[in-house]
């Protein structure tokens, strides 16, 4: 009875933490990586022939002050972003205030077009969702050669940083971020 019982709880919890918003969220799986022509702008990384790259089809749940960890990023036609945005099709240019989110969070496009409030160094400031950092799928053409995203990123253009007055030399920076 006891084994069963610890079966039943096992499974039950691995279940709930691959469902986004109702446990923890978990690799899915791992992408073997393949390098290639990766663009070096804004010092990414780059995918390395044979190395495993966690996948994430959930992120955390969002809440009024949800954790997470914004990189750099330029949505400008010819830069480390890739093609161009995936809600509007588009590239948007350095000065304008957008983002990308992770793919749990990106919600299969629901929050295309939304304003997101993201917190860093004491100071606000509202961006638009315009495309998913992938965190399922990377190291290819595609993805600029880049590994998939992690659970919990935001990816925001060079206008968020200086608007938050983070450092861009950094390219990682603890932050929270809210639904408008």
């Known amino acids: 009875m006891a084994i069963f019982l610890l079966v039943a709880l096992s499974t039950s919890h691995v279940a709930s933490s691959l469902r986004p918003g109702l ?5 899915s799986g791992y ?10 702008s804004n010092d990414p990384d780059c995918c390395e022939d044979g190395k495993r790259y966690p996948q994430y089809h959930c992120s955390p749940p969002v809440t009024a002050t949800t954790k997470a960890v914004l990189t750099l990023n330029s949505f400008e036609k010819g830069k ?5 945005s995936e809600c509007d099709n588009a590239y948007h240019s350095d000065k304008e205030m957008v983002v990308a989110l992770s793919t749990g969070w990106f919600k299969n496009m629901a929050r295309c077009e939304h304003h997101i409030k993201i917190t860093a160094n004491g100071k606000s400031v509202y961006a638009k969702v315009v495309d998913e950092c992938d965190s399922v799928y990377g190291c290819d053409e595609d993805h600029n050669y880049e ?3 992690a659970n919990n990123i935001v990816d925001a253009s060079p206008a968020v940083w ?19």
């Open 23 to 27: 446990g923890v969220c978990r690799a």
């Open 31 to 40: 992408l073997p990586g393949k390098s290639g022509n990766c663009e070096k």
């Open 80 to 84: 480390d972003g890739g093609g161009p």
């Open 147 to 149: 590994p998939p995203c």
């Open 162 to 180: 200086n608007a938050l007055g983070l450092d861009q030399n950094v390219g990682m920076e603890g932050i929270t971020w809210s639904d408008e």
